[in-house]
Structure formats: structure tokens, C-alpha cells
């Protein structure tokens, strides 16, 4: 499978702002997804995943009412609209893909893209 961010950009803190991954190469639909995110200096951190069907999703603490995870079968892409951005939001969004939710949480994704930079100035 082959992932592949974009969407990310500069925007000032309060704005919004979507990400797209679109997948090609297998079975999309059978696969759970995720996002991951990592900000200059740290850990890469789990922000959000959504199983296959669109019916159960997860998010991080820090994300959790500001962030939406969501997935269009039909078209392969799985989408991260990020509301009431921070700068603290600011780092490299990555999404990664996994038969099973819990692999994608656990961040033992299966695949990989590389990521798109969302940058948040205050």
C-alpha cells in the first residue's frame, strides 16, 4: 500500500485546516488508518485512527474536539479536518494504515506515508 499526505500549509492559530492521504495499491476499504504526527524536537505521537468501516474512531487528549477523522471508502483517501488549530498542533502529519485499529494505536502501522508540515504561527 502506498499512502500519501497533503493538505498541510502555514495558517495562523484559531483557523482550520484538512489533510488528505490517499492510499493506491490495495484493498483500502479492508484496512484501518490513522494519523500520527510529529513535532520538531519530539516523539512521533498518535493523533487520531478510524477502523475500516468508519465506525469507530479514536483520537489523542490533546486533539479530541478539534480534530475529525474520517474516510471515503470509494475514493481510497482518508481525511483529518483539524479545527481551532494551535501552535503547540504545529508538526509533520503523517497517516499509516493497518489491518487493525489497535496496531494503528499502538503505532505498528503497516504502512507508512510521508508526511505533510502543518505549521501554526500565533
Known amino acids: 500500500v502506498q499512502l500519501q499526505a497533503s493538505g498541510g500549509g502555514l495558517v495562523q492559530a484559531g483557523d482550520s485546516l484538512r489533510l488528505s492521504c490517499a492510499a493506491s495499491?490495495?484493498?483500502?476499504?479492508?484496512?484501518?488508518m490513522g494519523w500520527f504526527r510529529q513535532a520538531p524536537g519530539k516523539e512521533r505521537e498518535f493523533a487520531a485512527a478510524?477502523?475500516?468501516?468508519?465506525?469507530?474512531?479514536y483520537y489523542e487528549d490533546s486533539v479530541k474536539g478539534r480534530f475529525t477523522i474520517s474516510r471515503d471508502n470509494a475514493k481510497n483517501t482518508v481525511y483529518l479536518q483539524m479545527n481551532s488549530l494551535k501552535p503547540e498542533d504545529t508538526a509533520v502529519y503523517c497517516c499509516t494504515a493497518a489491518p487493525s485499529i489497535l496496531l494503528i494505536r499502538r503505532g505498528a502501522g503497516n504502512y507508512w506515508g510521508k508526511g505533510t508540515l502543518v505549521t501554526v504561527s500565533s
Open positions: 495499491g490495495r484493498t483500502f476499504s479492508n484496512l484501518a
Open positions: 478510524i477502523n475500516w468501516g468508519g465506525g469507530s474512531t
